[in-house]
Each structure stands twice: as C-alpha cells, then as structure tokens.
C-alpha cells in the first residue's frame, strides 16, 4: 500500500490491533491502548498491514518514515536504465562497404545497452523483390552474431521491412536475474526512437 494510503493515529477506527514492536516481539490491544502508547513516546500509530486480521500497526516516527519510502523510491527509479530504440534505416540495394558501416552502428548502439530497429525502405519495384531486404537484414546479422537478441523477427511494415534486436545479456545479468526470478534485463521500459541513420 502507498505511503499516501497508510492510515495513522486517528485515522485507525477498528476496535484492536496487532503492535509489532522494535524488538520484533508483537502483541493485540486496544486501537485506544496503542495510540496511547504512540503519544507517550512522541511517535506515530501507524496501520502498516490493513488487510490483516486484526490490522497491523508500529509506533515509527511518520515523516521521517515516509521520508525514508520516498528516498528509496527515487533511489530505484535512478538506477532503472531506461531502454531507448534507435533505428538504422537502409535501401536493399547496398554494397558491403555501407552494410559493414550500419552494421557497425547496430554492434556500437547494442554495446551502449540501446534496443535498435533495423529498417529496409523500398522504393517502386522494390517491393516486387522483399526478398532482397530480408537477404540484407540477414547479412547484418551474420556481421553482429552473438551481440544481440531478436525481439522482433524481421516483418513488412507497409514499404518497410524491420526488426528489433536487444543487447545480449551480460553472463553476471542474466545470473542476477535469475536469482530474483525475472526475466534477463528486467522488465522493459516504453522506449523511445531516436538517432535514426539512414542511408545515403
């Protein structure tokens, strides 16, 4: 339950409560006896477990309390790395020289922990030969291999062909998460484009 949600001295209306104590001992009294013993040692009566039979509370100075959840709150939020999609467009017809350059731009934006979408245009008759694109698509795969994860296979998107690679998780990454049972890289963020390189 949010900070916001937590009821406190007055606010406790049931008859009894559950105290847990600093030492961890706990025992049931009167919500009238706990918010007693709340004031007389210059604290709070907090109901931290409402939904337990009688309602858990613990006598904690509030603010700092809530202080404290807050921080923790930001403290997390900072660390969450977010996902960002950048996207790599090119034409099907391409000579090597420029598939090892996007190619290359796929590893770095990979290695930087960025999700990259790779995107074939056709122009005209070159929607007649998609084929062309996937064989492309393939090709720079073949120049990133074991770099990356597919998140999305490659699909036609109107004039478009694209897919969507993830950075490869880290040996230590994928240990971690598979100790807090979560999938490898955690649970993605809405991503946003940016610093398409297109061909030509």
Not at 18 to 43: F, M, Y
Not at 158 to 178: D, I
Request: glycine share 8%; no cysteine.
């Amino acid at each position: 339950m949010a900070d916001r949600d937590l009821r406190i001295n007055e606010q406790i209306r049931v008859r009894e409560v559950r105290l847990i104590q600093d030492d961890g001992d706990q025992r049931v009294l009167s919500t009238a006896e706990a918010l007693t013993l709340a004031r007389d040692t210059g604290l709070d009566l907090v109901e931290v477990a409402p939904q337990a039979n009688p309602p858990v509370v613990k006598i904690l100075d509030y603010g700092k309390f809530k202080f404290e959840n807050e921080k923790k709150v930001r403290d997390s939020r900072k660390k969450q790395k977010q996902l960002k999609l950048k996207e790599i467009r090119m034409q099907p017809k391409i000579d090597d020289h420029d598939l090892d350059f996007k190619s290359k731009h796929v590893r770095e934006f990979l290695a930087e922990g960025n999700k990259v979408k790779v995107t074939i245009r056709f122009r005209g008759r070159e929607l007649a030969h998609t084929e062309l694109g996937l064989d492309v698509l393939n090709d720079v795969l073949k120049r990133i291999e074991g770099e990356y994860v597919m998140d999305k296979s490659p699909a036609m998107e109107g004039r478009f062909m694209s897919m969507v690679l993830s950075p490869k998780p880290s040996r230590s990454g994928a240990q971690s998460a598979g100790k807090t049972g979560g999938q490898s890289g955690g649970q993605p963020k809405a991503a946003s484009v940016e610093n398409t390189v297109t061909q030509g």
